[in-house]
């Protein structure tokens, strides 16, 4: 199976300041990186797949870079609503599997 | 709007079967795979089992293989999980979800199932 290690695992930011997350892959997954967002009381959102591609209703200040084994979720100018926990999942292979988690607080 | 509500959980004691359901609505159901994902108690999400759109293919996680069965029922746009042969370690939330491309666009809000004597 193919492990995918996010760091870091917890993330304290000011609204307004930017903010990077790496996920990486025990092996190439090419570009097929997605990120997801996990929020108390909502169901989970797709934010980015296939590395850089923005889920329709992503916001543009969120990006997403990388490929082969290393990964980047970038959030610009962070928003009130942005804090929350954020996992990568990589769709190369079957199992699909995912990152452990980041969570972002506000500092 | 794409709805997708689980039913179906609870405690159940270890070596025992339990079936899930979830009720999608908001969107052509037999359109599109489906999938089943769990999340531990303090642990990440984990990728369970998916089928395809007619039914007609199924994938499972190694340590679920042969004890859970997903299915679906297209005519009343309802997904399944029947588990069985129930272990402590299956205790987790499980969520449904529509799955794009090997990845999940939209996401229930999760039931709960725990496994315990």
């Known amino acids: 199976d193919v492990q995918m290690t996010q760091s870091p695992s917890y993330l304290a930011a000011s609204p307004g300041e930017s903010v990077s997350i790496s996920c990486k892959a025990s092996?190439?997954?090419?570009?097929?990186l997605a990120w997801y967002q996990e929020k108390p009381g909502k169901t989970n959102k797709l934010l980015i797949y296939s590395g850089s591609t923005l889920q329709s209703g992503t916001p543009s200040r969120f990006s997403g870079s990388g490929s082969g084994t290393d990964f980047t979720l970038t959030i610009r100018s962070l928003e009130p609503e942005d804090f929350a926990v954020y996992y990568c999942?990589?769709?190369?292979?079957?199992?699909?599997?995912f990152g452990s988690g980041t969570k972002l607080e506000i500092k | 709007e794409v709805q997708l509500v689980e039913s179906g959980g609870g405690l159940v004691q270890p070596g025992r079967s339990m079936k899930l359901s979830c009720a999608a609505s908001g969107f052509t159901f037999n359109n599109y795979d489906m999938a089943w994902v769990c999340q531990a108690p303090k642990k990440g999400l984990e990728w369970v089992a998916t089928?395809?759109?007619?039914?007609?293919?199924?994938y499972y996680r190694d340590s679920v293989k042969g004890r859970f069965t997903i299915s679906r029922d297209n005519a009343k746009s309802t997904l399944y999980l029947q588990m069985d042969s129930l272990r402590s370690e299956d205790t987790a939330t499980y969520y449904c979800?529509?799955?794009?491309?090997?990845?999940?666009?939209?996401w229930g809000q999760g039931v709960m199932v725990t496994v315990s004597s």
């Open positions: 089928i395809s759109y007619d039914g007609s293919s199924t």
């Open positions: 092996k190439s997954i090419n570009t097929y």
């Open positions: 999942q990589q769709h190369n292979e079957y199992p699909l599997t």
């Open positions: 979800a529509r799955r794009l491309r090997r990845v999940f666009d939209y």
